[in-house]
């Protein structure tokens, strides 16, 4: 897609490529759609005063995530069943992080095994969802690590999934050459049955495979369990964050899951400075819910983030253009950002911590 | 109605098969509905910091409400005439709130007797327009009281109709078959007798029967006249709840009345905090205006309210399906509200204030 | 016009009875109308918090504004050739305005002179704009207490006139027939010359004949020349408000000439509250610009204000129905500010001032 | 142009006059045009309090800036190559400058040599774009000061060119004819090579010739350069504001360069409140980015500033009439602007510093 000049431009080009039912999967919130709406808002809201004459000339985007170097302070959000949108799912996506030189962050329910991803050979992380047994998770960590995986990201705002509406109403299921890959290996029921008339099969089956009452001694377990950097991920109350760096998280991903968990949760940007106040100078700080340019990566930046994980604009790009279409995003979002940082005085992303904001 | 996802589907459905007179009577406020929209934005605008790792999973809705136990903190709103909406009219929406198990609060508007109501098995509240004269107040508590209900609540935010000008213009009148069933006995009129030409039959009627100088000394009468709990509904300042306290009120509801009475007047959502502050720790606080939605239950328990009463989604189901879609109305509404409760990370109500909000 | 249910039903009916010429001139403000829009706006934002229980039953709306009875705190603000909307013009607005009860303001810039205003019998105010000399400004006020004008209103905004531009794009001159009658006999010329291209034909005449240098010396001399109350129409910073105060001022009409003359002046309730504090005991402190219901007059009130003086909506009942049309508007305004005291637990206009707002 | 009331009448016209690549450059923003939004956005939220009674009649709107005199507190702002607009180009604004009697701001990018436009003889500032060394500026402000500018202005905010997407999807380049004519003979490229599909042709040449990494060093060296006063353009941070004093800046100009650089930069006027704190009394301070009436420059001025910048509406005049046109332009907004300080009571612009705002 050569004429795209930024990233709402893939945004339509994938949205006329893609079925209506997959459309809404990626791109709908939960409840009347609050919180996704808000967090542009709160992004929108975030006014910028650029510093001058730092003597930069164009910025470097370069930064470190959890001890890994990526070429911009992003990674790529662990996002289930990629294989939705484009025939190479995460093998592309992770090619096209691998390429541009961030971190891949693997979904436990991606649709390629964590094996045939870290095989690509981007920096992997591994995002799990906690499964119904401390048994299951633990082999799923041990597969993790046996695979290579740098970082572990334990998502912890999915007790049980929003309420999606537009999948409800589409009846919304994953096609049968759609699987949760790393899990049929598991004994896990990984294809979706015809779901109910208003429901979602996708709802249906993270009830039935994900345990719902995780809690602080898990997280402790979890962290006992592996010696990789932990990261929890969906944390909007400063309390909570605390609480992470306490069981020994060494970073937070402050997010409300792309606007898809609880409706009504405040935008991520509108939560993020008290997280920075609270656990900032003991833990990395990531943002994601609603980044969707160079300015957007700033914005995080000057409100105290160490870095973002950047969503759906992936799944537009993958769905235009498989890896190619995903690393030409990738490689716009570096481009906005660079000049972003330069426009603001800003020699790299550390130095837009300096920022302020009105 | 089975392809409902949320109570806007009902909204939608019952508004296609109401006449407009009905429709507007239940949906409209008064004079530019201002306050009518208020109630809606500052719902909208309560952006909660759910907790996470809660360990309690699945969360319980139940409650109790003037110490009646609710299977959610939700009592149905007093809603004059319901047999306008649908010919079981009161008798079903009673019905549904005995399955769903929630307190049913009667109007003394009611198109069918308290005695037939309380006859549904419904934990019943009624609900106390005050009438020209004492001794007619003093029956219909006597009546109340002898049919069984639970607690008494008196509204105090009508000593006029609000100039509800949807049903100026349609110069609505109660169609013969919908009467003021508890009146019939008392010697009032219960027909509306033809409009004026730029009237309300309902505001005419409203004046013809109801006291309009009522004031604390007679709240103080009705105190000493009943061992009921007393509900005080239709509070907006502070000072009038620390009195209704002080006058001997078990709870009081923070309301605007639905937007129907005085045009201008805050949003209940925005007037709660206060209250809450005033008198949350010597009675409960209830709110109602405005709730469409399990987030919207949420919103209110955040800011400190003990339960909520639910009014214009009940019409719609009722309008719908009568019982059966009341029911359903409330079936989804808990739904709704225990998927909230969950991904806020509170395992029932009472947890929900604590839940900070921006 | 038996079916209007509110003050906007009349501005919908005389907008399709005027000409473009004469109604952009009544409803338009100057350059971009930002100040026009903004005076809605700063009358919805505010919200009331009504008491209950308070004992009064229907609310009375009587009231005095300097001294003078008044059926309602309003009274029918200046307009200049009132002879636009209607044939009748003054002499129709203040026979309503003395039907129903309240002062009638004569503007110096009446198409039908003093004498045969206060003639018709209404409570009369003396509305003047500083004529180009002080013998002129002195013979005016001869004659309006000749003629028995019991308050005298100097307008102070109006060194130059606004940019009205509806007005300069529609090259709007008076007709033939509607000429500033009080100023016929004083050897001013009152027809208005055809406007350049570009130029607004009152803008001309008002430069030609009013003294755009008045300060508060000329205010002085005329609170020494007078023992009539002292009114200053258009104050809006609180500095100003003491001044007129000291200078001998009755009252200050809070106004920004209903949007017409500065564009980007802070709409009048926002800019009341900070004038209520700096004067508001030791003046009557009024509001216009903006006022459209009775919820609007309770907004002013529960502000601090006295009572409002109420402009475009009379010409509208006007244009529509002559004095009828303008008794009605008042009417229905007095109607609207009975229910919303009472609604609001307001036995009258001066109670109103100790409800609070959010 | 002889119906225009308001500047944006221009606008409309120069719309309809220019390609569609010509108006797209002027008028866009940088990425999403946020910050060009919230330009307007902060002005129009301005509300002013007006003083009356001032005695002061008739403003004067006569002003010093950087000790020229000035027929009113604005500049016409440095815009590159005019002759994009129409024939006379620069040439011809700077005719208007001088017939009204304003500074006006060369750009170095001016498709007219500096020693032509000081032909013209207006009071002539030269705006400097810091070329990629040191000599190369030192020639150009030779050049400046031996053609009499009286003024060195120099752009801080364009390290890089702002990312432009109008012109990058209309693959704008400038035509032939139009020509950076003061680096023609620097032996600079001055034609635009095609531009690259997705590229802007503006934004190549811009990296092609100017240094990006300006320092503090080198504004001290520019400082010691030339006993020119001096103006830092492109502040945001009162920090910087600070530094440019410190550094020997006789003013500074409060710009986001009309929202053409970093989007989600803060609307200037938001910025200015700060920056007036920080340095008001040490330098004066300039507004550019959003002005477009007399109450705009009131605006600025009761916020703070010493004057006002007014760069695309002297363009939509060049284009509408050449010279004539942006005279009519500066007309008009002296017009407006004496009316705004004479509603406003203020005698001349230096008393509108004295205005409160809301």
């Known amino acids: 897609m050569n004429d795209a000049v930024n990233l709402a431009d893939f945004e339509l080009r994938a949205e006329s490529l893609l079925p209506k039912g997959v459309w809404d999967f990626i791109a709908g919130g939960s409840g009347d759609e609050t919180t996704l709406a808000a967090n542009r808002a709160a992004l929108d809201a975030v006014a910028l005063l650029p510093r001058v004459l730092a003597g930069s000339g164009g910025a470097d ?44 962050v693997a979904s436990v329910l991606s649709s390629a095994t964590i094996e045939e991803i870290t095989e690509v050979g981007a920096v992997t992380w591994f995002q799990l969802y906690w499964l119904r047994d401390r048994s299951q998770v633990d082999a799923m960590v041990a597969r ?22 537009r999948d409800v109403r589409n009846a919304f299921r994953l096609p049968a050459e759609v699987v949760a890959a790393n899990l049929v290996s ?3 029921s990984t294809a979706h049955s015809n779901p109910l008339r208003g429901e979602s099969a996708i709802a249906a089956h993270t009830q039935e495979i994900f345990a719902s009452a995780l809690g602080w001694a898990d997280l402790e377990w979890l962290r006992e369990r592996t010696t990789l950097p932990l990261v929890v991920k969906g944390i909007l109350d400063p309390r909570d964050a605390v609480r992470a760096v306490e069981t ?8 409300n899951h792309g606007g898809r968990q609880l409706d009504g949760a405040a935008a991520s940007a509108a939560a993020l400075p008290a997280i920075v106040d609270a656990v900032g100078s003991r833990c990395e700080v990531l943002l994601d819910s609603g980044i969707r340019s160079g300015t957007d990566v700033l914005r995080a930046l000057a409100l105290g983030a160490s870095g973002v994980l950047l969503g759906r604009p992936l799944l537009w790009g993958l769905a235009v253009d498989g890896a190619h279409g995903a690393h030409q995003v990738l490689s716009l979002l570096l481009s906005e950002l660079r ?10 992303p550390a130095a837009a911590r300096t920022l302020a904001v009105l």
Request: proline letters at 6%; aromatic letters at 4%.
């Open 61 to 104: 985007t370069g930064s470190q995530l959890l001890k890994c170097e990526a070429s911009l302070p992003v990674a790529a959000a662990p996002m289930a069943y990629q294989r939705l949108v484009h025939p190479d799912g995460e093998l592309a996506l992770a090619a096209a992080a691998r390429d541009i030189g961030i971190p891949y």
């Open 144 to 165: 993790a690590e046996a695979a290579g995986c740098q970082v572990l990201m334990v998502t912890v705002d999915v007790p049980v999934l929003g309420r999606r509406l």
């Open 186 to 188: 598991g004994g896990f």
């Open 248 to 255: 020994g998280a060494d970073a937070v991903v402050v997010s």
């Open 339 to 348: 000049d972003a940082l330069t426009l603001a005085g800003c020699a790299n």
